[in-house]
């Protein structure tokens, strides 16, 4: 039997009423799985416990390299630079080395509009990244995303690809369409690959559907299940809508013998998928000489930041692995 790429009730009718025959070399890939199980984790298994003296450790072929990732960006967090922060309007920016000088100087080169293409629906990774952010960790958010599955609200959560299956953009096409009108329905299958689809919705439920189905059924989930689904409901959405206008500005920032140029998102013209996902704009500073108050610290080469800090000038999540974080490839 086979399903596919997709968890859902439709894709198991559909292997059920098609079955295939034995492919010998996905047997074959099976086997050098299995080896590698073996090959891998049991050797290595048997000498983590030699070294620690605990027979309940264990090591596999993805958890080793993996944990190998995990210290690097530790050993890369704990250098320390020296940098110079100073805030304008909100606006925070970190200059190489010490810097000295009362005043920042603000250039203005260009200003234009941009669009700004939604994103994907969530893979695993960008689910625990955000549900980091409204202060989910994440093995929380993993146990709350499970218990969705399980009562079949979304689609499966443990995958790597953004792809939508048709019933899934069916999905999309009436969702966005009851909640925005026909005129936001933009619809991508998001590429093709991957061991499953994106994670999205599974039914045709708003938060506020959900909301009440819970209380009617009395189900045993929270209000931390409500807040993950909104996030899965959400961006699946501005996956599937036009994208957004805005008024971008090029600017230099010079303080001392240091000098930086960054590109500010200043003002939302057309809002596009960002009705139903947010889309950070920054402040547009005014060109000029502007007194500041510098403040010279030492952080980590890595910056961590801290949960739901974003970059103000480019909206990217900081540089992190630990936490929510860590879930993020570099």
């Known amino acids: 039997m086979s399903f596919g790429r997709s968890v859902t009730r439709r894709a198991f009718g559909e292997a059920l009423a098609r079955p295939r025959g034995l492919v010998e070399s996905r047997v074959d890939a099976q086997k050098v799985r299995r080896i590698a199980d073996r090959w891998v984790g049991f050797a290595l298994s048997q000498r983590l416990q030699q070294l620690l003296g605990r027979k309940t450790l264990s090591a596999g072929r993805v958890q080793t390299p993996v944990l190998g990732w995990v210290i690097e960006r530790d050993r890369q967090h704990r250098r320390r630079v020296t940098v110079t922060e100073v805030e304008l309007d909100g606006l925070r920016l970190a200059f190489p080395g010490?810097?000295?000088g009362a005043s920042l100087e603000v250039r203005l080169l260009?200003?234009?509009?941009?669009?700004?293409?939604?994103?994907?629906?969530?893979?695993?990774?960008t689910l625990l990244a955000e549900a980091g952010r409204i202060g989910l960790e994440v093995l929380r958010a993993m146990a709350l995303a499970q218990d969705l599955f399980e009562a079949g609200y979304i689609t499966y959560h443990r995958t790597d690809a953004t792809r939508v299956a048709p019933e899934g953009l069916a999905l999309a096409r009436r969702l966005v369409a009851e909640r925005f009108g026909p005129a936001y329905v933009r619809l991508r299958p998001w590429g093709a690959g991957g061991a499953h689809e994106a994670i999205r919705p599974a039914r045709p439920l708003t938060p506020e559907?959900?909301?009440?189905?819970?209380?009617?059924?009395?189900?045993?989930?929270?209000?931390?299940?409500?807040?993950?689904y909104r996030l899965i409901f959400d961006r699946f959405l501005a996956s599937q809508m036009p994208p957004a206008r805005v008024e971008v500005r090029d600017y230099?920032?010079?303080?001392?013998?240091?000098?930086?140029?960054r590109t500010l998102p200043v003002r939302l013209i057309e809002p596009g998928f960002a009705l139903a996902w947010p889309l950070v704009i920054g402040p547009a500073p005014s060109p000029g000489r502007h007194p500041v108050t510098p403040a010279i610290r030492r952080r980590p080469a890595l910056h961590r930041g801290r949960a739901g800090d974003r970059d103000e000038a480019k909206g990217d999540r900081p540089a992190q692995h630990l936490r929510a974080g860590r879930c993020q490839a570099p």
């Not at 559907?209 to 993950?228: A, I």
């Open 98 to 100: 010490e810097q000295r």
């Open 110 to 125: 260009d200003r234009r509009v941009e669009e700004r293409p939604p994103p994907p629906p969530f893979t695993t990774d």
């Open 209 to 228: 559907d959900l909301e009440e189905v819970l209380l009617l059924e009395g189900r045993e989930l929270g209000r931390d299940h409500l807040r993950l």
């Open 252 to 261: 230099r920032f010079s303080l001392g013998e240091a000098s930086l140029e």
